[in-house]
């Protein structure tokens, strides 16, 4: 508990370092619970999304454990769907909620595919999940100053009804471990680009674009880790 604690404290200095590419202390190496035979280290649940790499002295981050970490610091009222990637090393780290989201495109003998996508989280139709942060007493009491009382009884009305309104919390994101190859290309997008062009239309725009590039590549290794 006592090393948790002391994680959680200095996680923005570990994000900095992560990127940075700065290695973390041997303190922190000795401190962290024992590694497994791989080398590697979870926290415990809700930090199990923050792993050090003793043999390379090096935190990995995930996005899930980055967004709960943005969320809890989010004080501006209102609601979003979320996604968050991180690369370690040739793995891409997806954490997905709501109806934006991503798909990988990888060619072979020249024609592009898709071997992962994500899928989009419905409560129901045309109600994506979503982190939301609802008004509190004083918000509305700004926003009668403001003269803004149409807005407030409006507001009133739905907070009424909160319990009907969609409060997602970051935990309930889908998350994806794809494992990458050179020539891959990632798209993410919100859900007014994937809910407009078909799949096939998508991969046509790619294979034009890539195959106007020198050597039919989008970016080189060192462009897309930099």
């Known amino acids: 508990e006592k090393v948790r604690k002391s994680l959680e404290l200095t996680l923005e200095e570990e994000i900095d370092r992560k990127m940075n590419a700065e290695k973390v202390s041997q303190k922190m190496i000795d401190d962290w619970p024992s590694a497994t035979a791989d080398g590697t280290q979870a926290l415990p649940a809700p930090q199990k999304q923050l792993t050090l790499n003793k043999k390379h002295h090096e935190v990995e981050l995930y996005p899930t ?4 970490k943005a969320f809890s610091k989010v004080s501006a009222v209102g609601s979003a769907t979320a ?3 991180i690369l370690n090393k040739d793995e891409l780290h997806v954490a997905n909620l709501g109806d934006s989201g991503f798909l990988i495109i990888r060619f072979k003998n020249g024609e592009p595919y898709v071997p992962y996508k994500s899928k989009e989280q419905q409560h129901s139709f045309n109600i994506p999940f979503q982190l939301s942060q609802l008004p509190t007493k004083a918000d509305l009491e700004i926003l009668l100053k403001m003269g803004k009382k149409e807005e407030v009884q409006k507001l009133r009305k739905i907070l009424r009804k909160k319990n009907n309104v ?6 309930a994101a889908d998350d994806y471990t794809v494992p990458l190859k050179d020539g891959d290309v990632c798209i993410s997008a919100s859900d007014g680009v994937l809910d407009n062009p078909f799949q096939h239309e998508i991969l046509t725009l790619v294979k034009e674009y890539r195959a106007k590039q020198p050597g039919h590549h989008i ?3 060192a462009q897309a880790t930099e």
Do not use: E, G, K, W
């Not at 969609?166 to 935990?171: L, N, V």
């Open 219 to 221: 970016l080189t290794r």
């Open 83 to 85: 996604l968050v990637a």
């Open 65 to 68: 454990f980055i967004l709960q």
């Open 166 to 171: 969609c409060q997602d919390t970051p935990d």
